[in-house]
């Protein structure tokens, strides 16, 4: 005896009108952009050892399952690459990276938050390294809270005490201490970060 089975549409080949909806329901998906300052004091190997260990943490998130963006930033954004599913359009762009300005990250931040929320991942997550002081603190600290709020993590790593005692402020009350770095140790550092990412759903 043939029966019959009702369904939403999910269930069913083709498939109905819900299955996008059911799919994001009941699946974690994660978001990451790298901030990477590319401010003039950073001239030289500090540069060669952040593109290295950034296109490494580019890999390792995507193998991960989060989606890769990167934000180059100095006095502003200078580059900004929205996540993709294979990090390739970041990795790319890290390659060409130069250096140039000076050590602001509040506008960063904002654009990160931005490139964030539109990705609708349950994980998003903002990653800031510098190598200096900032010279807005305040202001990247307000930032800093306004992107928090909206439900997104801020990881923060920096080369030197001085950097890291300043991204300490950024990243407070919320996840662990800044990662304090060496030139030597810089690209392992940034891929270890990478590797402890766990996804994270949105309650």
Do not use: H, N
Request: aromatic share 4%.
């Amino acid at each position: 005896m043939k029966r019959s089975y009702d369904a939403e549409g999910v269930t069913e080949y083709p498939t109905g009108p819900l299955l996008a909806q059911v799919t994001k329901r009941f699946s974690s998906s994660g978001a990451i952009v790298l901030c990477i300052d590319v401010s003039y004091s950073m001239k030289g190997r500090d540069l060669d050892e952040a593109k290295k260990g950034g296109r490494g943490f580019l890999d390792d998130a995507v193998a991960g399952g989060y989606q890769a963006g990167l934000i180059l930033w100095s006095s502003g954004v200078d580059v900004a690459v929205s996540p993709t599913p294979d990090g390739q359009a970041a990795s790319s762009a890290l390659a060409r990276a130069s250096v140039s300005g000076t050590t602001k990250l509040a506008p960063a931040l904002k654009r990160a938050g931005e490139m964030l929320a539109a990705t609708e991942a349950d994980d998003q997550v903002c990653v800031v390294f510098t190598d200096g002081a900032l010279m807005d603190e305040d202001r990247a600290i307000r930032q800093a809270e306004q992107v928090k709020a909206a439900g997104i993590r801020i990881l923060t790593i920096g080369l030197g005490g001085i950097a890291a005692q300043g991204l300490d402020e950024i990243a407070r009350a919320q996840e662990p201490p800044t990662r304090e770095t060496t030139t030597a140790s810089l690209a392992a550092d940034m891929r270890q970060i990478a590797s402890s990412l766990s996804l994270r759903r949105k309650s």
